[in-house]
């Protein structure tokens, strides 16, 4: 993978939307993601993450920009109307 001109997608999302997610990611072309568990607060009120239903995740993808904001297009179209979900991009420089 080229460090040019790479960037982080950075998906906050419920957790029950963990496995659509997933399948969305790989769908568009991510060669991997990582998933992780993440409590807070925020617009859509506080996110205990203490249940599997009642949590939030944190999928991140390391990829062109194209490939990133073709995620985001996509995850905005399908879940953003009925889940809480927040989605940026910040630039990566690969060291490995």
Known sequence: MQSDDMFLLTVMAE??????LIDE????GAAGYTVTDARGW???GKR???????GNIKLEVIGSAELCDRIAARLKE???ADYGLLVFTSPVVLKN
């Not at 990611?25 to 568009?28: L, M």
């Open 42 to 44: 925020g617009k859509h």
């Open 48 to 54: 205990r993450g203490n249940w599997r239903q009642g």
């Open 78 to 80: 399908q879940y953003e």
């Open 15 to 20: 957790a029950i939307l963990e496995e659509m």
């Open 25 to 28: 990611v790989r769908s568009q």
